[in-house]
């Protein structure tokens, strides 16, 4: 079974400043996924960053970047520039991959605890 | 492009009392989830379909909670009786269902509450 832990129930940030939330997973998979959602207070489940475990690269998508250390099972959220619209309740996922040979359909999220990120004006 | 819709977005109810909540996934998206999140925890799978074939419904209370995907597009799941600790938002996802592509993207919810 996977785990996902989140250790920083809660952050806060000034405007314009950069921010890093922290996650580390524990598998025994050696293909997954991981991501990184947010959830304001409206609820909606919105998909900020996606990494695929085989790639090296760090992904990025604007202001939002990971740092991704397979080794270490770490997989932490920088986000620079925050905005007051970043404001929300962050969490990280896990989900396996299914096998190579027979493109399976999608798997269940495993979610962590959450980080609530305060951006302050 | 449209996204999840799910239905109604709030429900109150008294214990013992049937619920249900209604969903209807992104078009083209196969695969279908329903997730529960209580209150400052992260959302734990219910249930997921892949088209109308129930594939993983290992966390399902299965006494008291229903789904059905009939046409393999939208989902209804059902509570009967409800119970005080059942209160929790139920979200739905959907994805393509293939592994490229295997991002889920969330509906914006059904809070319950059971009194």
């Known amino acids: 079974a996977q785990t996902v832990t989140q250790s920083q129930p809660e952050m806060s940030v000034q405007e314009a400043e950069t921010v890093t939330l922290s996650c580390t997973y524990d598998?025994?998979?050696?293909?997954?996924?991981l991501f990184w959602y947010k959830q304001p207070p409206s609820r909606q489940m919105i998909l900020v960053i996606r990494?695929?475990?085989?790639?090296?690269q760090n992904a990025t998508e604007n202001r939002f970047s990971v740092n991704f250390q397979k080794a270490a099972k770490s997989f932490s959220l920088k986000i620079s520039d925050s905005q007051l619209g970043d404001t929300a309740m962050y969490f990280c996922?896990?989900?396996?991959?299914?096998?190579?040979?027979?493109?399976?359909?999608?798997?269940?999220?495993?979610f962590g605890e959450g980080t609530q990120l305060t951006v302050n004006p | 492009e449209a996204g999840v819709v799910q239905s109604p977005r709030y429900k109150i109810i008294e214990k013992k009392q049937p619920v249900a909540f209604w969903c209807n996934p992104i078009?083209?998206?196969?695969?279908l989830y329903w997730y529960r999140q209580n209150l400052g925890q992260g959302p734990e799978l219910l249930i997921r379909?892949?088209?109308?074939?129930?594939?993983?419904d290992s966390q399902l209370p299965k006494d008291r909670f229903s789904a059905e995907r009939l046409k393999g597009v939208d989902s209804t799941l059902k509570i009967q009786p409800a119970e005080l600790g059942d209160s929790a938002v139920y979200l739905c996802?959907?994805?393509?269902?293939?592994?490229?592509?295997?991002?889920?993207?969330f509906g914006p919810g059904t809070r319950l509450t059971v009194l």
């Open positions: 996802a959907s994805s393509f269902g293939l592994a490229q592509a295997d991002t889920q993207y």
């Open positions: 598998t025994s998979e050696n293909n997954y996924y």
């Open positions: 990494q695929e475990a085989y790639k090296q």
């Open positions: 996922a896990f989900m396996k991959r299914g096998p190579l040979i027979k493109e399976t359909s999608g798997s269940r999220l495993t």
């Open positions: 078009s083209g998206h196969n695969t």
């Open positions: 379909y892949e088209n109308e074939e129930a594939v993983d």
